[in-house]
């Protein structure tokens, strides 16, 4: 298992931008991949966007083209660089592991806070 501690949440503007960041609480080098899920009020966790440990990407057609998922491996951090978002993405944003391929994303965080609005 591993604990991962969301961040960098807050207010931000249509058409600003803003980064979210992981901290794991052990090597993250040993997970298959590390994703980013959202949830807004009343609708379903949406899986927005996953970074395998070789450093492939994939994204949801939601923020495709507007965010970009990242990893430090040797700071065990992972990132989510937020730009040009509008009102849609206001959720909170929770970050998770998947230990193995084709494994459920798991360990996700207590979450951040994303609210986007003028």
């Given at each position: 298992q591993v604990q991962l501690v969301e961040s960098g949440g807050g207010l931000v503007q249509p058409g600003g931008s803003l980064k979210l960041a992981c901290a794991a609480s052990r090597s993250i080098l040993s997970m298959y991949a590390m994703g980013w899920s959202r949830q807004a009020p009343g609708k379903q966790r949406e899986?927005?966007?996953?970074?395998?440990?070789?450093?492939?990407?994939?994204?949801?057609?939601?923020?495709?083209?507007?965010?970009?998922?990242?990893?430090?491996?040797?700071?065990?951090?992972?990132?989510?660089?937020?730009?040009?978002?509008?009102?849609?993405?206001?959720?909170?944003?929770?970050?998770?592991?998947?230990?193995?391929?084709?494994g459920e994303f798991e360990s996700w965080g207590q979450g951040t806070q994303v609210t986007v609005s003028s």
């Amino acid at each position: 298992q591993v604990q991962l501690v969301e961040s960098g949440g807050g207010l931000v503007q249509p058409g600003g931008s803003l980064k979210l960041a992981c901290a794991a609480s052990r090597s993250i080098l040993s997970m298959y991949a590390m994703g980013w899920s959202r949830q807004a009020p009343g609708k379903q966790r949406e899986l927005v966007a996953v970074i395998g440990s070789g450093g492939n990407t994939g994204y949801a057609d939601s923020v495709k083209g507007r965010f970009t998922i990242s990893r430090d491996n040797a700071k065990n951090m992972v990132y989510l660089q937020m730009n040009s978002p509008g009102p849609e993405d206001t959720a909170v944003y929770y970050c998770g592991a998947q230990f193995v391929r084709g494994g459920e994303f798991e360990s996700w965080g207590q979450g951040t806070q994303v609210t986007v609005s003028s």
